[in-house]
């Protein structure tokens, strides 16, 4: 099977490696010259293009089983070009290639502000940001793409946290510093071998729609920011409660997102909370800790 990964970042590189291992044959566009050469080791082919030019997309992915797309915005880029404009030239596109499936790592900020309440796939986006809003349209866009040969997954993903992007490092910079508010929003996290699965998944099993990829436990920002200065010997943070509460929610999201119907497909997560019981897992303690993603590898279990 041949599969092309459009933007190979954090996410997408890892996928790349893992697919590889699963003797998938992988192509993967940057649209960076200079990291042609680190990307061959996880790539049987690597493209330089930018999402937006029709002609070498469509021939990037000519012969291609299945796309994943998993663009990310660059400082100084424009968000909708990324997104959207990616969006649109692939779903132009598709009709002249072999593409049977596409998957699409989306955010769960499209929900937007719910004051706390449980949602899931049913409930229509209500983003908060113009950013949010181009989210939602590039979704659409994708989904408009799907026919009867060609299924479209939309994969809501939570934080990303993992090798590399541990939640000592996420915070730290929080650490000795005095919040607005109460820190009861409700924050919302998947790890990165859960994207990796998830996606996997998703090839497998011809997921079509969308499903929401975050794990478990959904701590509130305040529970989890002192976990992690607790567990790093951190200087704790200190929340400003007589800060207008109204103000602080109108800035923030705070909703809880069920993972119910990706689980129900048969999905497992590897990691489903941060801690298992009143513990630390030692593997996951491991990673957490993980201050750099040189030579990490996918593990899926």
């Given amino acids: 099977m041949k599969a092309a990964i459009i933007g190979c970042g954090y996410v997408g590189k890892t996928v790349a490696e893992y697919w590889q291992q ?17 990307l061959a080791a996880v790539a049987h ?55 049977k499936q596409v998957i699409y790592t989306s955010t769960c900020s499209v929900y937007g502000q719910h004051d706390g309440a449980w949602v899931n796939e049913l409930m229509p986006p209500m983003p908060m940001t113009e ?16 026919t009867p040969e060609r299924r ?36 919302n996290w998947v790890h990165l071998n859960d994207i990796v699965g998830g996606i996997e998944w998703a090839r497998q099993q011809q997921l079509a729609g969308i499903y929401n990829l975050v794990q478990d436990e959904v701590p509130t920002v305040r529970s989890l920011i002192t976990r992690v200065c607790d567990r790093y010997q951190l200087a704790p943070v200190l929340w400003d409660a007589l ?27 590897v990691h489903p909370q941060f801690w298992l019981a009143s513990e630390f897992d030692p593997e996951l303690d ?9 030579g990490s590898k996918t593990k899926l279990a």
């Fill in 243 to 269: 800060w207008d509460e109204q103000r602080v929610s109108d800035r923030r999201k705070n909703v809880r997102i069920s993972n119910a119907k990706i689980k129900s497909t048969g999905y497992t997560f």
């Fill in 45 to 99: 082919k690597v493209v330089v293009l930018m999402g937006t030019d029709a002609n070498k997309l469509q021939a990037a992915l000519a012969d291609c089983d299945v796309a994943l797309l998993c663009v990310g915005s660059k400082r100084g880029a424009s968000y909708a070009n990324t997104y959207l404009g990616t969006a649109r030239t692939l779903a132009q596109v598709l009709p002249n290639t072999a593409v």
């Fill in 22 to 38: 699963q003797k998938l044959s992988v192509l993967v566009t940057t649209t960076q010259q200079e990291r042609v050469s680190e």
């Fill in 286 to 294: 491991r990673e957490l800790d993980t201050e750099s993603d040189a």
């Fill in 152 to 187: 479209v997954c939309i994969l809501r993903l939570g934080g990303i946290y993992g090798p590399g992007r541990s939640l000592k490092k996420i915070y730290a910079r929080a650490a000795g510093t005095t919040r607005p508010g109460s820190g009861e929003e409700a924050t």
């Fill in 131 to 146: 950013n949010g809003r181009v989210i939602e349209q590039t979704e659409q866009v994708l989904l408009a793409a799907t």
